[in-house]
């Protein structure tokens, strides 16, 4: 048996000793493109999961990137990045924004209505598609979404993906017109 209350939380596991030191972390968030997070929340819902999907299946090193990035921000270490937190991280490097403009941020990139940003909605958002993501990971994302495993995406599968029931079948037909 695991002893499952042994186990880090989130955001032990971030700052844990096999995580990047802060120097290290503030230097990866130099290159970091805030709009792009800002960007995320107009996106369509299709492809807001897609994106999700994908960050899920990135390599190594790009994965390393985006989790200095968001332990820098992450200041109390519980594995989510509030309002605050991001208005201090990226005040640390430079990158002062209003009060509002941050929390329109973290209303973009909250797609679980939480309040906070936590990783996985961190990395979606962050993803710039045509350099972050390869080959690879586009066909697991895909693999992902064709749950028959016949080649394609049907307005069942999406809809069964998003959770999506009864009345919000529909939605399934708006999202892949997207």
Sequence with gaps: CVDTHAR???GQALHSA???DSATSRRSLDSFDIERLKAFGQLGSLKQVLLHVVAGQLQDTKRNQFRNQFVH??????GLVSAEELEVGLAQVGMTRSHADVMQIVASVDTNCSGTIDYTEFVAAALDFAIDVDRDACLTAFNVFDIDGDGAISEEEL?????L???Q???AEELIEM
């Design 8 to 10: 880090l939380s989130a």
């Design 18 to 20: 096999w995580s990047a």
């Design 73 to 78: 921000l992450d200041s109390n270490g519980d």
């Design 159 to 163: 809809a069964r993906l998003l959770g």
């Design 165 to 167: 029931e009864g009345d």
């Design 169 to 171: 079948l529909s939605r």
